[in-house]
C-alpha cells in the first residue's frame, strides 16, 4: 500500500505511522502524484472537500480524521474515516479497508471503460481522440458495425461461444483496417458488454460517389467479418451471425460542437446498419419463399447410436437452406416464423427427410424428424400417416418435438400424440432441461424419448451435479418406459461417463461428424454391426 499522509496533531500522526508499518504501507513525501490511499485529518466540511480534492487527484482512497461534531452527512465525501481517539488497530483496519475499496472502484471504473471480452475502448474513453483526429483530418468516416443472431448463439451455445466469437470479431476488425493501411483508425465498442462496434477511421477518395463508396467499405467490412467468423468458429456458427456495417462521414464545423457532430455521425451510421439489416431480413424472406418454391433443401443425418454397443440406431434429420443465408436449420426457420410460412417449410422439409429412410438408412434404423408444436395446428399435419409419408413402418419415424414455442394447450396437445401414436407414431421430447423443455413438458407429454440438451452433457465427467441430474432421468425413463438420449456428446470422458450412468442412445460429434444425403460417414458401426457405408 502506498500511503499519503497529511496529519496535523503530532500524537495521531505518530498513530498513524505505527498503523502504516503494522500493514507494511510505504509512506509517500507530500508532493508524490499517485497514492493507494491519502490519510488526512478535516475539522471542516472545505478541509473535507480539499482532501477528496487531493485523494481523486492523486487516484487514492480517502481516510479522513474528523471531530465528533461533524455532520455525518459529509463524511460520504470519504472512504473511511476515523475519530481522534481511534486505537493504532482501528486505524489500521481502517487504512486497510479504504484501499481495497479503492481498488475495487478503479477497477470497477476501468470496466465502465473498456471491454473485458474484446479489450476494446469504450465510447466517452475515445471520444476525445476522435475529436483531435477529427479537427487535425478536417473529415473522418464513421463505421458501425451492427449484428444480430448473437442471441441464438448464446442460447444454443452457451455465453462462453458467444464471448468467443466477439473476440474473433473484435481482432477481424483491428486486422481489416492493417490490411487496409488505414493511418489513426479507432476501434471501440458502444459500451461495455456490447454487441456492436464503432470505427472511427479515413476511407480514401475513390472514383465513384461518395454514398456508393461509403457503402462499399462497408459491404467489404461485412464479408471481411462472415469469413473470419467462418473460419475460426465454422459455417454452424457463422450462419446465426448476422454483421452489417453502416457508413457515414462527419465534417470538421467551427460552427457546431466537434462532439455533436461524432454523435450525430454514429447515429446517422447506426441507423444505416439497421437499414441494412432490414434490407438483408427482406432478402431472406424472399429466399426462403424460392427455396420452398423450389425444393432448395438438403439434410444432414445426424447419427444417433447405441450407448452400450456403439451401433447406429437412428439418424436426426437436420434441415438446411441451399441457399447460404438459410444454410443455418435455427435461421431458416426464424424466418419462417416472421414470413408465416412455417407450414410451407415444414411440409417440404418431412416430404423431403423421408426419403432419408428409402434411400439412404439400413433396415430397422429410426428417423428422429423435428417438429414445432405449431406442426400440429397444420391439418395437413394432423392427417399424416405411414402411407401419406410413403413408409411401410410408422413406428421408423420418431417426431422430435422441437419447442422453439412454448406448448400452451396441454390436453388438445396430448389428444394430437395420442392420434399419432395410433398410427405408430413415436415421439421425442428435444433438448430436455432448457428453455420450454423441462420436467413438466416430460411429465404432460409422456415422450418414447428424452433428449437431453448439451448444457447437461458438456464436461458431465467432471461435473457431479450433472450425473446425479442425468441419472435421475435415466431412473425416470426406465420407470416409465421411455429412453435417454444424450446429446451433444463431444469427448470420450463425457460418453463414458454417460454410459456408466445408463443412458440409453448417445449422439454428437465425438462418433463422426452430420452426413449429407450421400449417406453416413465411417466411425460408428451400423446397427447390424457392419461399418457404416460412406
Known sequence: MNLLLRVRDPAFLEKAREAAAQLGARLLPAEAPRADV????????????AARVRAQDAGAALVVVVPPDLDVVLLAEAEEWVLPSATVREVAQRLAAAAVRGQTGRRAYEEMLYDRRTGLPTLPVMIEQARELLERRGQLTVLHIHFVWYEKIEELYGWQKLDDVLETTAFAVRGFYAAHETAESIVMVSHVADDDFILFTHVPARAEPAGQSLRAVAQELEEHLRSSIEEKHGEDIAALC?????????FANARFRTERLLYRGIREASQAARGAEQWERARRVDDLRATIREGAVFFDYHPIIVTATETVFGYEALARGVRRSLRSPDVLFDVAAEANLVWE????????AVQGIREELD????????????????????????EALGIEDPGRVVFEITE?????????????????????FRFAVDDAGSGY???????NLAPDFIKLDISLIANIDGNPLKQNIVGTM????????????????ERQEEF????????????????HGPRGASGPSHGVRSSAGAPGHA
Open 404 to 424: 422453439r414455442t412454448a406448448i400452451r394447450d396441454y390436453p388438445r396437445f396430448r389428444e394430437y400424440l395420442a392420434t399419432f401414436r395410433s398410427r405408430g
Open 38 to 49: 491519502f490519510f488526512a485529518d478535516a475539522a471542516s466540511a472545505n478541509e473535507l472537500h
Open 242 to 250: 448476422g454483421v452489417y456495417a453502416g457508413a457515414s462521414t462527419v
Open 363 to 386: 433396415p430397422g434404423q429410426v428417423l428422429f424428424l423435428n417438429v414445432d408444436p405449431h406442426d400440429f395446428d397444420d391439418p395437413a399435419f394432423r392427417g399424416l400417416d405411414a
Open 496 to 511: 463414458q461417463t454417460i454410459r456408466s450412468l445408463g443412458v440409453h442412445y448417445s449422439q454428437g460429434f465425438l462418433f
Open 345 to 352: 417449410l415444414s411440409r417440404l422439409l418431412r416430404q423431403r
Open 474 to 489: 435415466v431412473g425416470i425413463a426406465d420407470a416409465h418406459g421411455a429412453q435417454v438420449v444424450a446429446e451433444g456428446v
Open 437 to 443: 423443455a423441462g420436467l413438466g413438458t416430460i411429465a
